[in-house]
């Protein structure tokens, strides 16, 4: 396809903003980002061209691996994907050619107890890119996280290295205060991909993006659903159904879903997932009156 002719792309209804995002490393996080904008985006003409434009878009990469007893995190390797436009090697030199935060100060501030903020001049020199806005340092249980602002992305040209970048700070920041790294966050105002991107995209996607996901537990807990006196009752319980964490009932199913999707963004997509499709078998019980049986 020639570059200059604009494909068309299906859009999908949405609230036009606020998307969060989990990745286990930079180049899933791309895959989803890539198919956020494509399926979701606004269009949107800007003195680059047009682009679909995804607003105010949360990223967190690099979650712990938690271990099945519970206790023991595993930072997650730095990950090189083949369908990166750069392996490992070329990332290195372009690391090595951007400078570095004040890593003594930042530590010393750490250390102290506080959290730990990038200077505007180190955001200005930090990534080769503009789209820096702030980046903040936390230890949280024994792990250190961080959170980034960016304003305006690129998503198909900018978005892996700038990950890629922050995350090796935060990882050097680590290593200097003697903890493992925590989950990177990326606060993103406007994930832009510009529609030169959309058929390449489009390629990448097909090839690579592969969904649905394996199953993994949620350590938020367990959900039970049911039918109580024409009402639809759910509650999130623990693991080993010993603590009620949240109860409430609903005039329908469908409010049931709104609710939880809306009140608990902390759930893993395939949980959210999971309570929609639940939901959705609810409320044909409960149209049809039958009985319904939580699969």
């Given at each position: 396809?020639?570059?200059?002719?604009?494909?068309?792309?299906?859009?999908?209804?949405?609230?036009?903003?606020?998307?969060?995002i989990y990745a286990k490393d930079v180049g899933d996080s791309?895959?989803?980002?890539l198919n956020?904008?494509?399926?979701i985006g606004?269009?949107?003409?800007?003195?680059a061209g047009p682009c679909a434009e995804a607003l105010n878009t949360m990223v967190t990469i690099g979650l712990p691996v938690i271990a099945e007893d519970l206790e023991v995190e595993v930072t997650p390797p730095e990950d090189f994907?083949?369908?990166?436009?750069?392996?490992?090697?070329?990332?290195?030199?372009?690391?090595?050619?951007?400078?570095?935060?004040?890593?003594?100060?930042?530590a010393r501030?750490?250390?102290?107890?506080?959290?730990?903020?990038?200077?505007?001049d180190e955001l200005r020199k930090l990534v080769v890119s503009n789209a820096l806005v702030s980046g903040a340092f936390n230890v949280v249980e024994g792990s250190l996280y961080g959170s980034y602002v960016l304003g305006g992305v690129n998503l198909f040209a900018d978005w892996p290295v700038v990950a890629l970048s922050l995350i090796r700070v935060q990882r050097e920041l680590a290593a200097r205060i003697g903890i493992q790294a925590g989950a990177a966050t990326f606060v993103v105002h406007a994930a832009q991909l510009f529609a030169?991107?959309?058929?390449?995209?489009?390629?990448?996607?097909?090839?690579?993006?592969?969904?649905?996901l394996p199953l993994q537990v949620d350590h938020s807990g367990v959900f039970l659903f049911g039918s109580d006196k024409g009402r639809a009752r759910g509650?999130?319980?623990?693991?080993?159904?010993?603590?009620?964490?949240?109860?409430?009932?609903?005039?329908?199913?469908?409010?049931?879903?709104?609710?939880?999707?809306?009140?608990?963004?902390?759930?893993?997509?395939?949980?959210?997932?999971?309570?929609?499709?639940?939901?959705?078998?609810?409320m044909h019980a409960m149209r049809a009156e039958e009985c319904y049986l939580q699969g």
């Open positions: 396809m020639n570059r200059s002719e604009i494909p068309e792309r299906k859009v999908f209804l949405s609230r036009k903003t606020s998307f969060p791309w895959l989803q980002l956020l904008a494509l399926r606004t269009d949107k003409t800007t003195p994907p083949e369908f990166l436009a750069f392996d490992r090697d070329e990332f290195e030199g372009r690391y090595a050619a951007v400078p570095t935060p004040d890593f003594a100060r930042l501030e750490l250390e102290a107890g506080g959290m730990a903020m990038l200077s505007a030169s991107d959309w058929a390449r995209s489009e390629e990448l996607l097909s090839q690579h993006f592969k969904r649905p509650m999130l319980l623990d693991h080993n159904a010993s603590d009620i964490f949240w109860e409430d009932a609903f005039a329908d199913a469908q409010q049931l879903s709104w609710y939880i999707v809306d009140a608990m963004p902390w759930l893993l997509p395939q949980h959210i997932r999971y309570v929609g499709q639940e939901c959705a078998a609810l």
